[in-house]
């Protein structure tokens, strides 16, 4: 696959799911993470959030802009790390744009509080593990590997590999 290639297959992957763990680094140096619900993804590697601004999140993130981050997705037989930095934004037309009532039963005041902001996650890399196939091909791997005796072979069952975004 070229790179074009691998962009899109991570952007397949995380376009559906709707929580991922953000991590990053505290005031005290700890890495800390925190579900989030994704807003966007642009898929050029942009991933967007929105939080409130005192959270200690944001306070942590504001503090080391840009933050370095991670930003993991889980799903089925897919996971994603993506790998970046973080920054506060204050836009309120995107958080007009990107509001909902899955926002509006987590926050206070709509995308008109400005203590609600954005978290921009600038992706550099990104590595997927993705398991094609149906849930009944894999447990055919599974059971055929101990009828038979032999280990598992990850390169059959599992699709990993590292992107530069």
Known sequence: MSTDDDTRKVAELIKDIRVAMLTHTDSSGRLVSHPMATQEVEFDGDVLFIAERDSHKCQDIAAQSPAKVNVAYSSGGSWVSLSGTAEIVDDRA????LWSTF???WMEGGPENPNNVLIRVNAD???FWDTPGSKATQVLNFVKAKVTGERLDDGDLVDNRVVDL
Do not use: G, I, P, Q
């Open 94 to 97: 995107k958080l007009e744009e």
């Open 103 to 105: 926002t509006d039963a």
């Open 125 to 127: 890399s990104a590595e």
